[in-house]
């Protein structure tokens, strides 16, 4: 049988999960060279009842495809893309363009600096929100001195927007901790697509755990993390040493998770970057491959994806995470 290695996409009882993804930018509309799914639809393990052994694994890679314009190309075949992995060719057995369920993490940033920002920040959660499929979950992390869940896991997302209705903001800024705290709380998703996003106005300056620890976890997980970041100008005299450090800290955790940063200095602008991210998360593919190394070592395998040229369309962007951990048994 099978194990799937769903990256970013499926995972089950006998799955090794880990999410794939990149860099983008995505103003404007999609441009829809033809609207259809074709192919396969990704593999799932079959009857939980039965004693199942695993010999073979099976990787699935979420790819976002944009435009020079940054705008998202959908109605791609199998055909128009190509993988490897450490180098060497893989064939993609597997294609799929549905928008499937998410289960989202939202990790709201509540300490003492965000007070003129919170009202702009609910915004932003709001028109993400938005995006939403009626299948998808969430759950609300908040952090200041401390993260804590103030909301676990639900298919309601107004209750995360009527709990930030009364938030104030106080305290230091535990940014890491508050994105630890959330990467727990995922393991009780039920949708095999996992997503966090993360408000905060700067760096971290009150976790309990190290910028390596997080980064390490995050790397591991099948959790695409995205982030908007609300800074002051670079000019401003007003940037602490925590927000002249936030947006590497954030680009560094988003970028290896197959998510991005997004940096923002303009607090109208934060309700269009969020719908933005929301809007990114439902227009993936996935593809998948058996990898040719079948050898369980636990290492990490780096991955590319590239798109052959379409008749037709200008030269289009691939946006994927660069590779995952093997599994060890």
């Given at each position: 049988?099978?194990?799937?290695?769903?990256?970013?996409?499926?995972s089950?009882?006998?799955?090794?999960?880990?999410?794939?993804?990149?860099?983008?930018?995505?103003?404007?509309?999609?441009?829809?060279?033809?609207?259809?799914?074709?192919?396969?639809?990704?593999?799932?393990?079959?009857?939980?009842?039965?004693?199942?052994?695993?010999?073979?694994?099976?990787?699935?890679?979420?790819?976002?495809?944009?435009?020079?314009?940054g705008?998202?190309?959908?109605?791609?075949?199998?055909?128009?893309?190509?993988?490897?992995?450490?180098?060497?060719?893989?064939?993609?057995t597997?294609?799929?363009?549905?928008?499937?369920?998410?289960?989202?993490?939202?990790?709201f940033?509540?300490?003492?600096?965000?007070?003129?920002?919170?009202?702009?920040?609910?915004?932003?959660?709001?028109?993400?929100?938005?995006?939403?499929n009626?299948?998808?979950?969430?759950?609300?992390?908040?952090?200041?001195?401390?993260?804590e869940?103030m909301?676990?896991?639900?298919?309601?997302?107004?209750?995360?927007?009527?709990?930030?209705?009364?938030?104030?903001?106080?305290?230091?800024?535990?940014?890491?901790?508050?994105?630890?705290?959330?990467?727990?709380?995922?393991?009780?998703?039920?949708?095999?697509?996992?997503?966090?996003?993360?408000?905060?106005?700067?760096?971290?300056?009150?976790?309990?755990?190290?910028?390596?620890?997080?980064?390490?976890?995050?790397?591991?997980?099948?959790?695409?993390?995205?982030?908007?970041?609300?800074?002051?100008?670079?000019?401003?005299r007003?940037?602490?040493p925590?927000?002249?450090?936030?947006?590497?800290?954030?680009?560094?955790?988003?970028?290896?998770?197959?998510?991005?940063?997004?940096?923002?200095?303009?607090?109208?602008?934060?309700?269009?970057?969020?719908?933005?991210?929301?809007?990114?998360l439902?227009?993936?593919?996935?593809?998948?491959?058996?990898?040719?190394?079948?050898?369980?070592d636990?290492?990490?395998?780096?991955?590319?994806?590239?798109?052959?040229?379409?008749?037709?369309?200008?030269?289009?962007?691939?946006?994927?995470?660069t590779?995952?951990?093997?599994?060890?048994?």
């Open positions: 049988m099978r194990t799937l290695l769903a990256i970013g996409l499926i089950t009882a006998f799955a090794v999960a880990i999410a794939v993804g990149g860099e983008a930018q995505q103003d404007g509309p999609a441009i829809t060279p033809r609207i259809r799914a074709r192919g396969e639809t990704a593999e799932t393990v079959v009857d939980r009842k039965a004693n199942i052994r695993i010999d073979t694994t099976l990787v699935l890679i979420p790819v976002t495809v944009t435009d020079p314009m705008r998202f190309v959908t109605g791609l075949d199998k055909e128009n893309f190509k993988v490897s992995e450490d180098k060497i060719d893989q064939e993609v597997q294609f799929s363009s549905e928008d499937a369920p998410l289960s989202v993490g939202v990790v940033d509540t300490s003492g600096s965000m007070g003129d920002k919170l009202a702009k920040s609910r915004q932003a959660v709001s028109q993400f929100m938005r995006t939403a009626p299948e998808d979950e969430f759950f609300l992390v908040q952090f200041n001195d401390r993260p869940l909301v676990p896991f639900t298919p309601a997302s107004e209750e995360i927007q009527n709990r930030l209705t009364f938030v104030q903001s106080k305290g230091r800024t535990a940014l890491l901790d508050g994105v630890y705290l959330a990467m727990n709380q995922m393991k009780k998703a039920r949708n095999p697509r996992k997503a966090i996003l993360i408000i905060s106005d700067g760096g971290d300056n009150s976790s309990r755990y190290t910028e390596r620890e997080v980064k390490n976890a995050v790397r591991e997980a099948d959790v695409q993390i995205y982030a908007i970041g609300i800074f002051e100008p670079m000019a401003s007003g940037r602490t925590e927000e002249l450090s936030g947006p590497a800290l954030l680009g560094e955790i988003t970028e290896q998770t197959g998510g991005r940063h997004f940096a923002v200095d303009n607090l109208a602008e934060l309700p269009d970057v969020a719908a933005k991210i929301g809007i990114e439902r227009n993936e593919y996935v593809v998948g491959y058996t990898p040719k190394n079948a050898i369980r636990g290492k990490y395998r780096h991955v590319q994806v590239r798109l052959v040229k379409t008749t037709g369309l200008p030269q289009l962007k691939a946006i994927f995470r590779g995952y951990y093997a599994p060890t048994q």
